[in-house]
């Protein structure tokens, strides 16, 4: 889809034109539906983050809003999410101690600039900065994050206090507080988790016994979770089991959330810079792959860099009405868009749900067990861990599976900042060793044709005056010199060699310390009687060495086809090769 | 030439056996010229290195001894260099007071590191991490240390104090110390400074005119600094000027060098670590490309990885022998080779030469003004400076001028480490750029041929039913996005495309990002009722395919070439295109 003007960047005045009251009917169901499942969710990743619950919903209300304005996916359902959460506690750890008013305004100004550098890096078209996350890096990474939060949460299914950012350092704590356990809070605890991981498996094919339809029966086991809220506030109230140490959430203000812009010293700001680039960064790569997967089964698009404008306002919004840094949810995603949304207003209507949450349901909330709060947690995080891709990367490639494990490892031992920075750190240096060894083909021409292949995968004839190499990179800095060793060591083999033509068929660019290299190597065969030729040289690259004197100054010549370098090198052997006659390799 | 075994690591072992009185005696008449050229040169780069002159002279002895031995290059001269001393004064200037005692041992001790950094990059086969550094970066990075090195003498020339290792700290301390200038001190310099120019450009000339032959000319003119150095020495003790503040080198302890193993603190060695890098990369980088040029003028060749032993042995044997970090250095490996020298021979006997000079001759140098050194320096560092190469790199590419500006204003303005540093991120990181934006061609059949080519370049027929894309880079991770990008907005614009076929004729690697954007374009395409065909892929990248999953799901066929591929989809216009008849493009 073509988008011009403002439009462009405000796609609601595109789709918002062609709103009609059937898209109406089908938004609605779906915000209903999510509505309902994103109540528990955002309660416990604030809960997750380190800050008061209520902080979860309205980081569900206004963000939602300004993404159904600016974001151009049609399913994705914005809001708190495990793995941001994990890295706004990581971050704010750091500066002010969790459930202090400064740290729920440390919060919502991690929003502010987390969103600040997405708006900038879409207005700038820098969604590309986000390819530095790998596949084996991002994967990675939300395995260790799962098993990380999941550790984090079972000292509140157990009773017990325990901190830690570390799957190490939590372990410990756990071990050391596990004689403080609570019974009660592990008996609501354990029968919570069980119940959730039921609901995923066992709920669904249940109700289709009972006769639902597939959709039906997918959509209330979507509601489990609610179900385990009230249960679990039941039982709390009847046993009042708050009395017998149960720890619960507590009052929770009622009413719509304030609107201030939040204010802080410079110095948090500055402390905070690179965790929210961490953060927008992730966020984004996440949200994106979700919006992207989701939007090709309706074979829509999304735009990427209007995306970092959509979920940049979305968080600029969080920020100004006291919530925390937001992003995309895969759950909730897939959600909305099976229950049938259409547009981004799905999304509003989902936000105003979470309103009049906040504003009638809050008082429910007071008797609600944090334990059932951390087995949603636990149970949602855990579908995040895939151990198996490590298995996937280690059969497709080393140069996979050693960013993956890195990240992994590091992440579980020394933190989520330390273990994305391990990753993509691993990653550029093994594209660099990678692009620092070029490679170069040795080519003969194939019986029977005008094509030229590798010696060592067809049965091709070549001419010992004549050597053909074909260089299978751009040449860079990087590999200009492996270049320059492998073209001098093969012809220090040859002595019979009068001719060595380079055929740059898949050369889009020689940076000015691979032309040193070419002059070099020109050089040396010159010293040695040889002529340096060129074919198949593209169009840019040869405009680029015009600028140079090395075309004027090459001892060869460049011709359009390795064919027509062969005919004009080796004459007899390129015509009887044609005719597919055998000849002498 | 091939090495095996012991004499792979110290080639003296393979050209030692060759030696005969012929070789014997061309060497040692080289060695003789170098080491004339070397007294004051030495001299003259530890005072640079604020280190005491006779430090420069140990630095000659065993380092060139140890080069004989390992070092593969048959004409290098190491010792003490330009940029290597200013380096190490940068270094060094940050742990000690240049003069003092624990600045001399500091500075064996980062040769020492050095040595060993250099020796295990050697074993270890590291040479090419070299390559980060880019033609632009070291041509940037010489030229602004010669700049900075000029200026960092004229307090000498002047015979003022004033220190700063950047151009505005140096300049800024100079024009303050400007009234102190001492008239007798400006003299020497100024003269010394204006021969040893007339010497670079006028003396040989001269020479030829008085009949010399052009080769004796041309060595005579080498002896330059030497007369200066005599003619100065002689007008300080005529004139005693020491008395009138003409600042000489004074007492230079007679002997050989101590031996004795640099003993400094850990923190010490710790804090020489990055400097050490820098050091050993820099210099290695300097002299093989020293190295490769001579050697490639007789049809020799070097080992590089070979060669980072070599200046490694160098370095430690500096270390031991109270030295300072050492390299081969160009002019006097010129000389070295103009002279005749034909194996690294030559080398041990200079070091023989140095040696009688540091046993004999430096009594002599008592009254040696400082400002003569300076002037050897200002006029030696000048013919590094090369400010052209900014405007060949601005004409042949953006991202060649950029990385070589900025290094040269970054150690120009905050010193030499922040420069390099800075050079060499800019140049990955606009190579992370470039690979971010895969180079992605429409190919359509040159009538008459089998050939497909760029539609934008060539004149080719297609057809509107098959989309054939050339992909010219290996895709991963940092281009995957893109190319799906690329590929999905192609065929949008296209209603009766029924096949997409990729030419893999540059793909050298799919990593598992890659593999990802593939399936996702499968899918995409797919669900559009367009099948996906690959032509011309490596072997490599199809065994590393069929590893996967990819292959078997594949919507469309494996094709050997793109003729094949478009004979299949698309034969009428194929046998047409074929036979050379136009067809309606």
């Known amino acids: 889809m073509t988008r011009t003007g403002l439009s462009r960047y405000v796609p609601i005045l595109d789709w918002g034109r062609r709103y009609d009251t059937r898209t109406f009917t089908s938004d609605l169901v779906a915000a209903a539906i999510v509505t309902i499942m ?119 299914l157990l009773g017990v206090s325990a901190g830690g950012h570390t799957l190490l350092e939590v372990g410990t704590a756990l071990v050391a507080a596990l004689p403080q356990t609570n019974p009660w809070t592990l008996a609501i605890g354990a029968s919570a988790t069980a119940f959730l991981f039921w609901v995923r498996s066992g709920l669904k094919p249940a109700l289709r016994r009972l006769g639902l339809s597939d959709y039906a029966a997918g959509l209330v086991a979507r509601a489990g979770p609610v179900i385990a809220v009230a249960a679990s506030i039941l039982s709390v109230v009847v046993l009042s089991l708050d009395e017998k140490g149960v720890a619960i959430v507590g009052d929770v203000p009622a009413g719509l959330p304030p609107l201030a812009l939040p204010v802080v010293e410079t110095s948090l700001l500055v402390s905070l810079i690179a965790p929210a680039l961490l953060i927008s960064v992730i966020g984004f790569v996440e949200s994106v792959s979700v919006a992207q997967t989701l939007a090709a089964k309706r074979r829509q698009s999304i735009v990427p860099n209007q995306e970092l404008i959509g979920l940049g306002a979305a968080n600029v919004a969080s920020a100004f009405s006291g919530g925390y840094p937001v992003t995309g949810g895969f759950a909730r995603s897939v959600v909305n868009f099976d229950a049938g949304a259409e547009t981004p207003a799905a999304g509003a209507f989902t936000a105003i749900g979470i309103a009049l949450a906040s504003l009638f ?225």
């Open 361 to 585: 349901l809050t008082p429910l909330l007071h008797y609600l067990p944090i334990a059932t709060l951390a087995a949603t947690i636990v149970v949602a995080v855990l579908s995040l861990v895939d151990l198996g891709a490590l298995k996937r990367a280690w059969t497709y490639s080393r140069h996979d599976f050693a960013p993956m494990l890195a990240t992994i490892l590091v992440t579980l031992g020394f933190g989520v900042e330390a273990g994305i920075l391990t990753g993509v750190a691993l990653s550029i240096a093994l594209l660099l060793w990678r692009t620092s060894r070029p490679h170069i083909a040795i080519v003969g021409q194939v019986p029977g044709t005008e094509h030229f292949r590798n010696v060592k995968r067809h049965r091709v004839v070549t001419d010992e005056r004549v050597l053909s190499l074909r260089i299978d990179e751009s040449l860079n800095f990087a590999n200009a010199r492996a270049t320059e060793e492998f073209v001098l060591e093969e012809v220090a083999g040859r002595p019979a060699l009068a001719h060595v033509v380079l055929q740059c068929t898949a050369i889009n660019e020689i940076d000015m310390s691979a032309l040193e290299s070419l002059e070099l190597i020109m050089h040396r065969l010159e010293a040695q009687g040889i002529a340096l030729h060129l074919s198949e040289v593209k169009g840019p690259v040869m405009d680029r060495l015009a600028r140079s004197h090395f075309v004027e100054h090459l001892t060869g010549a460049v011709y359009l086809t390795q064919h027509q370098a062969m005919s004009a090198l080796s004459p007899a052997l390129t015509r009887a090769a044609t005719r597919g006659e055998s000849v002498a390799a």
């Open 38 to 156: 994103l109540i528990p969710q955002s309660l416990a990743y604030a809960l997750l983050a380190g800050l008061p619950p209520v902080v979860g919903l309205y980081a569900s209300i206004l963000p939602l809003v300004a993404y159904a304005v600016f974001g151009t996916s049609r399913a994705l359902a914005v809001g708190p999410v495990a793995v941001v959460s994990l890295l706004t506690a990581a971050a704010l750890s750091e500066v002010a101690t969790p459930g202090s008013a400064e740290y729920v305004v440390a919060a919502a100004a991690l929003a502010l600039m987390s969103g600040a550098m997405l708006i900038a890096l879409g207005i700038f078209r820098l969604g590309f900065i986000a390819n530095l996350l790998s596949h084996p890096v991002i994967s990675g990474f939300i395995t260790a994050s799962g098993l990380i939060i999941a550790a984090s949460q079972l000292k509140h």
